[in-house]
C-alpha cells in the first residue's frame, strides 16, 4: 500500500475560492479562522495523518481488533496513535471553547476530518462518533450531564457511540425493544441488546459514552414512544474520576468485509440488573434527539466516501506513474511508457480525481453552511443556511459514498490483476469504503429522506433556492453550458417528484434514487464550474499555472463526461419508477 499525502494545495482552494471560508471567518465566535492560521492546522494535520495513522492502516487491517475474555483489543500502534491524537489537541478542533474546544468552524474541522478518514478510515470512526455524541449532548443534554459529560468527551479521553438498531430492528428503529425502567433519583435501569455497534468497545480510551435508545414502560409504540439515555461503561463519580463499572457487557465482535480495525461491536446491557443509564431530555422525544448525531453523522460519512476516493486515487496515480508497459498509442517510439500516458487509464484517473474533487467542494460547501446555520447573527440567514444543509446531508451522504465505492473499484482496475491482489492495498481501499453506504441509514432510505421529508415538507422551495444559486453561475462557456443542462434536468425532475409524492407515493420511492444521483451530479457540476471559474481568476493573476490548468482541465472532463449521466437519470425520473410498483414481489 502507498503512503498518504493530504491533498492541502486542493483543499485550500476549495476552503478559500468554492466554500467561502473567508466569510465564514466573520461569523460571531468563528473569527479565529483566518487563513494563515487555517494553513497552519491544515499542514499539522497532514503530517499527522502520514506520518501516524496512515502508516497503521494496511497492518489494523491485517491484524484486526479482537474480543479476548471480554476485552476488546485494538491492533498494535492504535492505543499510541489515539494518545498522540488527543494530546495534540485534534479531538476538540470544533467544539465550544465553554468546555474546552478549540472552537474553530466545521468548515475547518471538515477539511481535517477528511484526513483521518483517507489516512486510516477505521482509525477515524471513533472520532466520527465522538464528534456526533457531542453535537448531541450540546444541543438536548441538561447542564449538569453537559458539565459532566462533554469536558472529557470533547478532550477525547472519553469517546463516544451511537446505539440504535437490534437484531429484529434494522433500520426500522420502531421495533427496537431495549427497556428503561425508573429506579429513583433520576436512573433508569437499561435491558437489551444493541447490534453494529462501532467502536463501542475498545482500549484506546478510559470510557465510552454509550448514546442508547430504548423503551419506558408505558411508552406508546412505534417510534412515538423512544427515549434517549446515556449509559457510560464506567459510571461518574463525584468528583468527575471514574466510578464503578456498568452493567454493559461485549457479547462479540462483527467480522466484516473491511474497516477490520474499528471494532463493531453486539452489546448486551443489563445481564446483571440492568445497566445504569440516565435519560437526555424529555421521555419519549429520543429519536428526534438522537437525529442530532445522526445528521451530524451523515455529513461525516458522506466524506468518507471522498477520503477513500482520495486514497484510491493517490494509489492508482501513483500505480499508474510507476507502471511501464506497452508502447504509447501513436508514438513513432517503441519503448513501453507508464500506462499513465494510455488515454484509458488517463481517463480512468481523470474520472477518479473530477468525481472525488466535486464532492470534496460540495461537502465543504455544506460544511460552510452549517457554520452560518449555527453562528450567523440573522435569524432569516441561519434558516436560510439550514434549509440548505437539510436539503444536501441525504445528497452528501449518498452521493459521495457511491462515488467513493465506484472510485475505489476504478482503482483496483488501473492496478489491473495486482489490483486484486491484497498486498498492493487497492482491494482494501474498496473493502472499506464499502460499509460507508449502508452507514448511517442506507443510501436508499437518504433518497426516501430526500424526496418525501426534505423536498415534499417545503413544497421544493429549498431546491428552488438551490437552483437558482446554480444558475447564476452558468457562464458561457462549455462547462457553464453543461451546468445550465444539468440545472434544466434538475428542475424538470423536481417538478416530476413533486408530482408523484402527492400522487403515488409508490412511485416517487421507486424513482427516488435516481433523483438523489441527479441532484448529486448536478450538485458537483455547480461545484466544478465554481472551481473553473476561480481558477481561470486566478490563471489571470498568474498564479501557479500548472495547478489553476490542471482545475481547469478536470472541471471539463466532468462536464464532458459526468454530467451527461444527469440526463440519463432523468429519463428514469421521469417513467415514475413505473416497472419497479408494478413488478409483483412474487415474480422474484
Request: glycine share 12%.
Amino acid at each position: 500500500m502507498s503512503g498518504y499525502v493530504a491533498p492541502i494545495a486542493d483543499m485550500r482552494f476549495v476552503l478559500r475560492h468554492v466554500a467561502g471560508l473567508g466569510e465564514v471567518a466573520r461569523l460571531p465566535g468563528a473569527e479565529g479562522a483566518e487563513p494563515d492560521l487555517v494553513d497552519q492546522v491544515l499542514e499539522e494535520a497532514g503530517r499527522f495523518a502520514a506520518g501516524v495513522l496512515a502508516p497503521l492502516n494496511a497492518s489494523g487491517d491485517r491484524e484486526g481488533s479482537r474480543l479476548e475474555n471480554g476485552v476488546v483489543r485494538t491492533p498494535q500502534g492504535f492505543r499510541e496513535a489515539y494518545r498522540a491524537f488527543v494530546d495534540a489537541g485534534w479531538n476538540s478542533l470544533p467544539f465550544d471553547p465553554e468546555h474546552g474546544g478549540q472552537g474553530l468552524p466545521w468548515l475547518v474541522g471538515t477539511a481535517v476530518g477528511e484526513m483521518w478518514a483517507s489516512a486510516n478510515m477505521a482509525f477515524s470512526l471513533c472520532p466520527l462518533l465522538t464528534q456526533g455524541a457531542i453535537d448531541l449532548l450540546s444541543h438536548h443534554a441538561s447542564p449538569a450531564q453537559k458539565a459532566t459529560y462533554l469536558p472529557k468527551m470533547i478532550a477525547g479521553t472519553w469517546t463516544g457511540t451511537m446505539n440504535l438498531t437490534e437484531p429484529q430492528a434494522g433500520s426500522d428503529l420502531g421495533m427496537i425493544r431495549t427497556r428503561a425502567v425508573p429506579d429513583g433519583d433520576g436512573r433508569y435501569r437499561i435491558t437489551g441488546q444493541k447490534i453494529f455497534i462501532t467502536w463501542g468497545d475498545h482500549d484506546v480510551a478510559e470510557n465510552i459514552v454509550h448514546m442508547v435508545l430504548a423503551r419506558t414502560p408505558d411508552a406508546p409504540a412505534g417510534s412515538r414512544g423512544i427515549s434517549l439515555f446515556i449509559v457510560p461503561r464506567f459510571l461518574v463519580a463525584a468528583d468527575g474520576g471514574l466510578g464503578a463499572r456498568n452493567d454493559v457487557r461485549t457479547v462479540s465482535l462483527e467480522h466484516k468485509l473491511g474497516i477490520h480495525a474499528s471494532p463493531t461491536c453486539v452489546l448486551a446491557f443489563g445481564d446483571g440488573g440492568g445497566a445504569v443509564g440516565f435519560r437526555v431530555g424529555e421521555e419519549n422525544r429520543g429519536l428526534e434527539y438522537m437525529f442530532t448525531m445522526m445528521n451530524n453523522a451523515r455529513l461525516s460519512v458522506g466524506l468518507e466516501g471522498v477520503a477513500i476516493g482520495e486514497r484510491a486515487y493517490q494509489q492508482a496515480r501513483g500505480h499508474a506513474l510507476a507502471r511501464i508497459q506497452s508502447r504509447e498509442l501513436g508514438s513513432p517510439d517503441p519503448a513501453p511508457v507508464a500506462i499513465a500516458r494510455h488515454p484509458d487509464v488517463r481517463r480512468m484517473l481523470l474520472s477518479m480525481r473530477a468525481r472525488v474533487e466535486a464532492a470534496r467542494a460540495l461537502a465543504y460547501t455544506v460544511a460552510a453552511a452549517l457554520d452560518h446555520a449555527k453562528r450567523h447573527p440573522d435569524a432569516a440567514e441561519r434558516a436560510r443556511h439550514q434549509a440548505f444543509v437539510d436539503l444536501m446531508i441525504p445528497v452528501v451522504k449518498a452521493w459521495s459514498t457511491d462515488l467513493g465505492v465506484e472510485v475505489a473499484s476504478t482503482g483496483v482496475q488501473v492496478h489491473g490483476g495486482m489490483g486484486f491482489i491484497e498486498e498492493t492495498g487497492a482491494a482494501q481501499h474498496l473493502r472499506d469504503a464499502r460499509i460507508a453506504p449502508i452507514y448511517e441509514g442506507t443510501n436508499g432510505i437518504q433518497a426516501n429522506d430526500l424526496v418525501f421529508r426534505k423536498l415534499a415538507r417545503d413544497g421544493g422551495a429549498a431546491a428552488a433556492s438551490l437552483m437558482a444559486r446554480m444558475r447564476a453561475d452558468c457562464s458561457g462557456n462549455g462547462i457553464g453550458r453543461s451546468l445550465a443542462e444539468g440545472v434544466d434536468a434538475l428542475e424538470t425532475a423536481t417538478r416530476q417528484m413533486l408530482a408523484s409524492v402527492r400522487a403515488d407515493p409508490r412511485r416517487a420511492a421507486s424513482a427516488a434514487v435516481p433523483y438523489l444521483r441527479l441532484l448529486g451530479t448536478v450538485a458537483g457540476g455547480w461545484m466544478m464550474a465554481r472551481s473553473a471559474a476561480a481558477a481561470a481568476r486566478a490563471l489571470e493573476r498568474g498564479e501557479d499555472e500548472p495547478f489553476h490548468r490542471a482545475k481547469l482541465a478536470t472541471a471539463r472532463f466532468y462536464a464532458e463526461h459526468e454530467m451527461p449521466l444527469a440526463t440519463a437519470d432523468l429519463r428514469s425520473v421521469m417513467a415514475g419508477g413505473g416497472a419497479v410498483a408494478e413488478f409483483d414481489p412474487d415474480w422474484l
